[in-house]
């Protein structure tokens, strides 16, 4: 069965600084989410990479997708407390068939100090 | 338009007991999966359903089932709580089965004693 690492486990970072969130799946990827989490609270749907090589941006967060490595990567620019949370990757290994479901990596940890 | 939701919030319930939590799906959406999160982990998926019949499973006992209605919403059930089941429950929304994207509740947190 496919499996997800992220790397970091966790991470603290100052107000301001750049960082960067590494997913690295088992398997092929044929697409990934990546999710934010607020401790204890549900997933928000931060963006969804289909192809090799695609990168997607949202606010600060930009997202790249390399299917040779089997790896994404979640880039935040200048963060801010409110990056603090809980990033989840995710991938479908199922793309077409009776049911849709979603692995889970098993989180990283940010938190930003003002 | 309405977004995920789930009762209740929080539940405490002993060893043994019976569980169910609840979920409405976002509006015209008429698939709900189900997912475990324990602390410290990612969520594990329990099942799914899709226009009212289980259409998924994952690695959960028999003594987790489910419903869904025709509106869509659905529950969730555990029999026979033990300790191990004390975690985070969240549910996801899917305008289809198939669907690339699904859309997550804020949580229901079992604590079994």
């Known amino acids: 069965s496919q499996e997800l690492e992220q790397s970091p486990q966790s991470l603290i970072v100052q107000e301001g600084k750049n960082l960067t969130i590494n997913c690295t799946s088992s398997?092929?990827?044929?697409?990934l989410y990546w999710y934010k989490q607020k401790y204890g609270e549900g997933l928000i749907f931060l963006m969804m990479?289909?192809?090799?090589?695609e990168e997607k941006s949202h606010e600060k967060i930009t997202a790249k997708l390399d299917e040779k490595k089997q790896q994404s990567s979640l880039h935040i620019t200048a963060s801010q407390p409110s990056h603090a949370g809980i990033y989840l990757c995710?991938?479908?290994?199922?793309?077409?068939?009776?049911?849709?479901?979603?692995?889970f990596g098993p989180g990283t940890s940010l938190s930003v100090i003002p | 338009e309405t977004g995920v939701t789930q009762s209740p919030t929080h539940l405490i319930k002993t060893r043994g007991q019976q569980v169910t939590l609840r979920c409405s799906s976002q509006?015209?959406?008429?698939?709900v999966s189900w997912y475990q999160q324990a602390l410290g982990q990612g969520p594990q998926f329990i099942f799914q359903?899709?226009?009212?019949?289980?259409?998924g499973r994952g690695n959960f006992p028999p003594r987790f089932s489910g419903l869904q209605f025709p509106n869509y919403s659905s529950e969730l059930n555990v029999n026979a709580l033990e300790l191990d089941d004390s975690a985070l429950y969240l549910c996801?929304?899917?305008?289809?089965?198939?669907?690339?994207?699904?859309?997550f509740g804020p949580g229901t947190r079992l604590t079994v004693l």
């Open positions: 509006s015209g959406h008429n698939t």
């Open positions: 359903y899709y226009r009212e019949e289980e259409n």
């Open positions: 996801a929304s899917s305008p289809e089965r198939t669907s690339d994207e699904q859309f």
């Open positions: 398997k092929t990827l044929y697409g």
């Open positions: 990479l289909q192809k090799g090589g």
């Open positions: 995710g991938v479908n290994p199922i793309r077409v068939g009776s049911y849709d479901k979603v692995i």
